[in-house]
């Protein structure tokens, strides 16, 4: 089966820099992807990764290490509008069946 | 970017009653489909992946029965709620795959039942 862990919750500071971590344990990874749901909306992807390392794209950069089954998401030069939940996931299967984590619902404070 | 609609965006229903949720892809053909729920401040849980012209495969605990799936064409998908009851009620979110492998999601649709 897959499980993926996130913290529940996240409190940063607008313009402040605030990383999101995922540790995963999943059979047939293919990669780790991101995405952020607004609520009451659908989630949005934001990144994937499926080579260890840092994929940046504008503010926000995610990291893997399949080594150590662990992932996160960094969100810098934080704005209001980025107070969401995000969540980590893995895909697999010859569908591309998409598992999410936990979930961790990011606050950003004036 | 390639688009996915659910319809209907909300829906309240009396218990006992069938309810259907469509889903669509716009302007892509999708290979495979997905549907998720989301309960309150929870994560997505696929309940099931359904290929165009086959049968849906359903995730352990889901049933079948309850939760039917047709997914007739290459651009929709439907998943009936039949008999619906109050813990039913939830956020389903269906996403459809194109043949690279991409997913992208609806906007959901959010079930009521009284």
């Known amino acids: 089966g897959q499980s993926l862990e996130q913290p529940s919750e996240v409190t940063a500071v607008e313009g402040a820099i605030v990383q999101i971590n995922c540790t995963y344990q999943?059979?047939?990874?293919?990669?780790l992807s991101w995405y952020q749901q607004h609520d009451g909306g659908a989630p949005t992807f934001l990144s994937y990764?499926?080579?260890?390392g840092l994929e940046e794209t504008g503010r926000f950069s995610s990291f893997l290490s399949r080594s150590d089954s662990y992932g996160y998401l960094l969100l810098q030069e934080l704005q209001m509008k980025d107070s969401a939940s995000y969540f980590c996931?893995?895909?697999?299967?010859?569908?591309?069946?998409?598992?999410f984590g936990t979930g961790t619902k990011l606050q950003v404070i004036p | 970017g390639a688009v996915v609609s659910q319809h209907p965006s909300w829906v309240i229903c009396k218990s006992g009653t069938s309810v259907k949720i469509e889903c669509r892809s716009l302007?892509?053909?999708?290979?495979?489909m997905f549907w998720y729920r989301q309960f309150p401040k929870q994560s997505l849980m696929l309940m099931a992946t359904?290929?165009?012209?086959?049968?849906?495969?359903?995730e352990q605990g889901v049933e079948k029965d309850k939760f039917l799936i047709n997914h007739a064409s290459l651009t929709l998908s439907t998943l009936t709620v039949t008999s619906a009851h109050p813990e039913d009620s939830s956020f389903y979110i269906c996403?459809?795959?194109?043949?690279?492998?991409?997913?992208?999601f609806g906007p959901g649709t959010r079930l009521l039942v009284l």
């Open positions: 996403s459809a795959s194109n043949r690279g492998g991409t997913q992208y």
């Open positions: 999943t059979s047939g990874f293919y990669g």
């Open positions: 990764n499926a080579l260890d």
């Open positions: 996931a893995t895909n697999s299967g010859g569908y591309q069946k998409v598992t």
């Open positions: 302007d892509f053909q999708a290979t495979t």
């Open positions: 359904s290929n165009e012209g086959s049968k849906a495969t359903y």
